[in-house]
C-alpha cells in the first residue's frame, strides 16, 4: 500500500514522471485544439472531449498527489498554468457552442487561479512569469466582460495596471509597450460600454420579456423557423474593441442569448472538470452546482455564434459556407454586418490586418478567444489577386468594408456576395452607410427570399454628449440591442440624470409597446411569410420589434423628421400598420417621451 503511494500500477514509475507525462500529453493535444476553428457545428467535439479528459486526469492527478510533485519540484505558477489552461478550454467550448455552461466554467477556474494566486510566488523576479500573469489577467478580463460581471472586470483592470507598473519598475530592459495598449482598449472600451447601456440585462431574459412558450402564433404559418446560427462581423476604423471583440459585436453576442436564469457564480468546493462522459472531477454527474444554477431547462439553446475580426472576404465566405452547409432544415441563419464604405478610411500600420496593433493580440488570444477566427489574408492573396482589378472599377458605394481598404477587393461585401447563400434561410443585419445597397438582393435570391434590416445612411450624433466623450459603436446596433438606453442618450440625457423608477416605468412601458407591435405582426392579414416565419423565434421577433421601434423613433424625432437618410429600412415591407407615422408607433413613442418630457423634439400627428 505505501509502494502504491509513490509508483503508479506495477511498473514502478516515480509519481513525479508520471505528472510529466500527462503535463506533455496534454500540452501536445491543446497546441493542436487551440488553432481549431469555433465556426464547425459538431465537427471537432469528439476532439475536445479528449483534451478535456487528458486534464481531468491531469488536474486530478496533481490533487491526489500534490505534497509528493511539490517535494519532487512543482511550483505553484506550473499548478496555475494548468488552471488557465482549462479555462482556456472552456472559454474555447463556448465560443464553439455558445453554451453558457461552459463560459461558467472558465470563469470559475481563472477565478480560483485568481483567489489563491498560483502565479506570486518569483513575480516580480521572472519576467516570463509575470508575463504569465498578464495574459492571464487580460484573459480572464474577457470572460467576465462576455458574462456581464462588472466589478470584478474593474478589479482586474487595476491589478492590470498596477502589474504593468510594477513590471516597468523591475524589468527594464523589457518593452511593455503591448501591454500599454492593451491596457488603453479596455479603458476606452469601458468608458463606451457604460454601466447605463448594461442597467438591463442585454441577453433575453424571461423575467423581463415573453418566455418563448408565451409567443403569439402566426395563424396559418407555413413554417417556423428557429435562429440555429448567427455571424458576426464588424469593422470600422478606431473603433471601440477589446482584444478582437468589437463593441457592436459584442452586443450583438450578448442580444442573442439566453440571461442566465441563476446566480454566474456560487462558491464551491473547487474547480470542475466536465469529462466526455459529463462526470466532474469531483465525480458528480453532469456539469457542476454552477451550471446547473443558471440554466434552464424550459429554454431552447442559444444559437450558436462565430465572430469573425477583419477577415478577408474570401475567409468570410468560407465560413459562411460552413455555417449555411451545417444549418439544420428548420433553422434560419443571422448575418450581422457593421461596416463602413471606406471613404474616409486610411490603411494605417496599426489597422492592417497582418499588424494588428503591433502584434499582440495575436500573442494574447491565440489558443484563447478569437484568434482561430481571425484569418492573415496571405495565403489566398495569390488565388484572389486576379480579381482585384474588377472589385476595385465597382462603385465603392455598393459595398461594405470589413476590413482596411488596402486591398479593397479583399476588404468589400458586396450584395452579389451573399445571394449564392439565399439557399439557405437567411436574416441580414446591415449596418453601414452603404446598407441600401443590399436592398438589391431582394428578388435575385437563389431559393428563399431574405429578411433585411438596413441601418440609415447617416447616423444621428447624440446631442447632450462631448465629441471626447462621444459613445462609441453604432447608434443603429445600439437600438436593437439596448433600445430604451439609446432613446435616452438621443434625447440627450446621461445615466445619471435617470432616476431608477423613471427608468423602470420605461422599461415596462416599452415592453408593452413592443408586445403590442408584435401581437399587431401576427393578426395581419397577408403578412409576408419572410416576416411570419421568424415571429415565433424569441431572439429574431426582439430584433425586428427594436427595428420598428428605431424606424418610428428616427421617423417622429425632429432633427431627423423627413429626412430619409437618417431612416432605417428592412426588406421585405412591414405591414403598413406597423409603419412609423402610423397610430401604434406614434402612441409607443408619444408615451415615452411624454414621460421624459421631451414630446415638443417630436412630430406626432394631430
Not at 486526469?57 to 510533485?69: A, G, I, P, T
Not at 488557465?84 to 453558457?100: C, D, K, N, V
Not at 471613404?343 to 490586418?353: F, I
Request: hydrophobic share 35%; proline share 6%.
Amino acid at each position: 500500500m505505501l509502494q502504491n503511494e509513490f509508483q503508479i500500477g506495477g511498473d514502478g514509475i516515480p509519481v513525479s514522471e508520471v505528472y510529466w507525462s500527462l503535463v506533455a500529453k496534454a500540452d501536445k493535444k491543446f497546441s493542436k485544439i487551440r488553432d481549431l476553428p469555433y465556426y464547425q457545428r459538431t465537427r471537432y467535439d469528439t476532439y475536445f472531449y479528449k483534451v478535456f479528459k487528458v486534464y481531468t486526469q491531469l488536474w486530478k492527478f496533481q490533487q491526489e498527489n500534490r505534497q509528493k510533485l511539490v517535494e519532487s519540484g512543482l511550483k505553484r505558477w506550473e499548478i496555475g498554468e494548468i488552471a488557465s489552461r482549462i479555462g482556456q478550454l472552456y472559454f474555447g467550448q463556448y465560443m464553439r457552442t455558445s453554451e453558457a455552461n461552459f463560459l461558467s466554467e472558465s470563469y470559475i477556474f481563472y477565478e480560483a487561479i485568481l483567489t489563491r494566486e498560483y502565479f506570486k510566488d518569483g513575480l516580480h523576479q521572472d519576467v516570463n512569469l509575470a508575463s504569465k500573469q498578464l495574459r492571464f489577467l487580460a484573459r480572464f478580463l474577457t470572460v467576465c466582460l462576455v458574462l456581464n460581471r462588472r466589478e470584478m472586470v474593474y478589479q482586474l483592470v487595476n491589478q492590470l495596471k498596477m502589474l504593468l507598473d510594477e513590471c516597468k519598475r523591475t524589468f527594464q530592459e523589457t518593452d511593455f509597450k503591448e501591454w500599454k495598449l492593451v491596457i488603453q482598449e479596455i479603458v476606452k472600451f469601458l468608458k463606451a460600454d457604460t454601466s447605463f447601456m448594461n442597467i438591463r440585462p442585454l441577453r433575453y431574459s424571461v423575467v423581463l420579456e415573453l418566455h418563448p412558450d408565451n409567443l403569439p402564433q402566426v395563424p396559418d404559418a407555413k413554417r417556423k423557423l428557429r435562429l440555429r446560427d448567427a455571424l458576426l462581423c464588424s469593422y470600422h476604423p478606431n473603433e471601440v474593441k477589446f482584444s478582437e471583440l468589437t463593441l457592436d459585436t459584442f452586443r450583438m453576442l450578448q442580444t442573442l442569448e439566453w440571461e442566465p436564469s441563476g446566480s454566474f457564480y456560487q462558491s464551491s468546493v473547487g474547480p470542475a472538470i466536465v469529462t466526455g462522459s459529463g462526470v466532474t472531477q469531483n465525480g458528480v454527474s453532469g456539469h457542476s452546482r454552477v451550471n446547473q444554477d443558471i440554466t434552464d431547462p424550459t429554454l431552447p439553446p442559444n444559437p450558436r455564434k462565430a465572430i469573425l475580426f477583419r477577415p478577408c472576404v474570401t475567409h468570410f465566405l468560407a465560413v459562411l459556407g460552413t455555417v449555411s452547409e451545417e444549418l439544420p432544415s428548420d433553422g434560419i441563419l443571422l448575418i450581422y454586418l457593421s461596416g463602413g464604405n471606406g471613404e474616409h478610411a486610411m490603411p494605417t500600420p496599426s489597422s492592417s490586418r497582418s499588424g494588428n496593433s503591433v502584434g499582440y493580440i495575436e500573442n494574447l488570444s491565440r489558443g484563447f478567444q478569437f484568434s482561430s477566427i481571425n484569418s492573415d489574408s496571405s495565403n489566398i492573396h495569390s488565388i484572389t489577386s486576379g480579381f482585384d482589378s474588377v472589385n476595385q472599377s465597382r462603385n465603392i458605394s455598393d459595398c461594405l468594408h470589413i476590413g482596411p481598404p488596402v486591398q479593397r477587393g479583399l476588404n468589400c461585401i458586396y450584395p452579389s456576395d451573399l445571394l449564392p447563400f439565399t439557399r439557405r434561410p437567411l436574416f441580414l443585419v446591415i449596418d453601414s452607410g452603404n446598407s441600401k445597397a443590399f436592398k438589391a438582393m431582394s428578388g435575385a435570391e437563389k431559393g428563399e427570399p431574405v429578411a433585411i434590416l438596413l441601418s440609415p445612411a447617416t447616423s444621428l450624433p447624440l446631442p447632450a454628449v462631448e465629441s471626447s466623450r462621444q459613445p462609441g459603436g453604432s447608434l443603429f446596433t445600439s437600438f436593437l440591442t439596448a433600445p430604451l438606453q439609446s432613446f435616452i442618450l438621443l434625447l440627450g440625457f446621461t445615466g445619471t440624470d435617470i432616476e431608477k423608477d423613471l427608468y423602470s416605468k420605461a422599461e415596462k412601458l416599452l415592453q408593452l409597446s413592443l408586445n403590442k407591435l408584435g401581437s399587431l405582426l401576427v393578426e395581419t392579414e397577408n403578412l409576408d411569410p419572410v416576416w411570419s416565419q421568424i415571429l415565433t423565434d424569441p431572439f429574431l421577433r426582439r430584433i425586428l420589434l427594436r427595428f420598428v421601434f428605431c424606424r418610428a423613433v428616427l421617423s417622429l424625432y425632429s432633427p431627423s423628421f423627413d429626412k430619409i437618410e437618417f431612416q432605417p429600412e428592412c426588406v421585405p415591407l412591414l405591414p403598413e400598420a406597423t409603419s412609423a407615422l402610423g397610430p401604434t408607433c406614434q402612441k409607443a413613442v408619444l408615451e415615452l417621451a411624454d414621460l421624459f418630457g421631451v414630446t415638443n423634439r417630436f412630430k406626432f400627428s394631430q
